[in-house]
């Protein structure tokens, strides 16, 4: 059997984090669900605690953790308010295309100012005609002097309103398809990059979402990341290292409308008891503790995998897959515990079957999963 015992540090960062989510993010999380607030205020602090650049290591000044440490963590976030931990997770997914596929000094000039004072990075695949087919992306680079121009346009992008970086992915030649697109770093400054306004979303409202319009931004060639052509395997082997932690945040979330759940019962009656010893609610919670439990563990499997340096794209994508669905189901049993006040915004329970939805979507769909899912899987009958 493999040993899920956590380290004194794992224990530590985990409390952590639960400390930062239960005293500075829940409180705001109802308003700011309202509101659709971006609390930046709560993102600096994060940062400084080291919760913000997880995945950077600690020679670039980030905290180096190891992709289990993370998902401790995220899962603890995602507690407190699933979209702000969106929003202070991204940073991790738009960096990581650099901490993979940039040279060292590329890593230095670019990871280094994202330690040393807080600020926000957006990862650029998603376009308006399609994200699931990511090897069809048009966003195009055009060899241009000594360096590129890009044109084109992005959508869905996390943190693009407030991001002073950018990592793109563009085509240098739409024909090649995949082995055509090309990851580049554009700073927010450079002329002709136009984020567009907060989309008005179903969930995770704590987080910015918008499009970035690219039009002829110069981008020189010491901000390419790798060759041309290796961007879409950058892409890939990026969501393969950060598809565990959205198992780990979808495990947040059922794990708070379980919490919700459970008190609820022990407090509601009906019939003269409370719900928590009518049956059919005790035979509820048991299967919402179950998916939540078994969520973990497939998170935790998928990051030892990765830190044990093995391949984790099948383990992580069954993780992500089960976890995102556990969650909906979770929180959807949770309102329904809850009756009509369930439905109701003044109880937590329906945010978080809002915010369980996306985890179903982002970062590569639940039907992309199981595509990836059922052919790792086939490798092995082959
Ligand atoms: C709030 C939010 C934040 C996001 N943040 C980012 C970000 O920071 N950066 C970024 O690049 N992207 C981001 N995304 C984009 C996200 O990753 C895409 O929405 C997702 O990959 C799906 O792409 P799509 O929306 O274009 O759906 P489509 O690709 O159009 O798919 C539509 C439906 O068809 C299904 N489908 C597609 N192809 C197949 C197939 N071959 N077989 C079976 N079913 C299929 C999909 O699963 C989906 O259900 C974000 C999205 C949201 C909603």
């Known amino acids: 059997m493999p040993d899920f015992s956590l380290t004194e540090e794992q224990s530590s960062l985990r409390e952590m984090a639960r400390k930062f989510a239960r005293s500075e993010m829940l409180p705001h999380a109802a308003e700011c669900d309202r509101t659709a607030r971006f609390p930046e205020e709560i993102y600096r602090k994060a940062w400084e605690l080291g919760l913000m650049n997880l995945n950077v290591p600690t020679e670039f000044g980030g905290s180096g953790l190891s992709a289990l440490d993370i998902c401790l963590i995220v899962e603890e976030l995602a507690y407190g308010c699933a979209g702000m931990t969106t929003s202070i997770i991204a940073n991790c997914l738009a960096l990581e295309p650099i901490l993979l596929g940039g040279t060292p000094e590329q890593q230095h000039r670019f990871l280094d100012p994202f330690c040393a004072s807080y600020q926000l990075a957006s990862f650029c695949l998603t376009e308006p005609a399609g994200g699931s087919d990511a090897g069809a992306i048009t966003t195009r680079a055009i060899r241009h002097g000594s360096g590129y121009q890009i044109t084109g346009e992005k959508c869905f992008i996390t943190n693009a309103p407030h991001a002073s970086l950018y990592t793109v992915f563009a085509t240098v030649d739409p024909k090649l398809q995949h082995r055509g697109i090309t990851a580049f770093v554009?700073?927010?400054?450079?002329?002709?990059?136009?984020?567009?306004?907060?989309?008005?979303?179903?969930?995770?409202?704590?987080?910015?979402?918008?499009?970035?319009?690219?039009?002829?931004?110069?981008?020189?060639?010491?901000?390419?990341?790798?060759?041309?052509?290796?961007?879409?395997?950058?892409?890939m082997r990026t969501l393969d290292q950060t598809r565990t932690p959205i198992g780990a945040l979808a495990t947040g979330i059922a794990q708070a409308a379980l919490d919700h759940a459970g008190s609820y019962a022990l407090k509601r009656r009906t019939f003269g008891k409370p719900i928590a010893e009518h049956q059919a609610i005790q035979i509820k919670l048991a299967d919402m503790a179950t998916k939540v439990h078994a969520s973990r563990l497939l998170t935790w499997a998928a990051a030892a995998r990765i830190d044990r340096g093995e391949a984790a794209t099948l383990d992580s994508s069954i993780a992500k897959t089960y976890a995102s669905e556990a969650a909906f189901q979770v929180a959807d049993d949770a309102i329904q515990i809850h009756g009509g006040y369930g439905y109701m915004k003044e109880y937590p329970v329906e945010k978080l079957l809002r915010d369980a939805k996306l985890t179903q979507i982002y970062e590569g769909s639940n039907e992309i999963q199981r595509i990836v899912i059922a052919r790792e899987l086939l490798k092995q009958y082959a």
């Open 186 to 235: 554009v700073p927010r400054s450079a002329a002709g990059v136009q984020p567009g306004k907060d989309e008005e979303k179903m969930g995770h409202r704590a987080s910015s979402t918008s499009t970035v319009r690219f039009e002829e931004v110069e981008v020189p060639e010491a901000d390419r990341l790798g060759a041309e052509g290796e961007g879409f395997a950058l892409a």
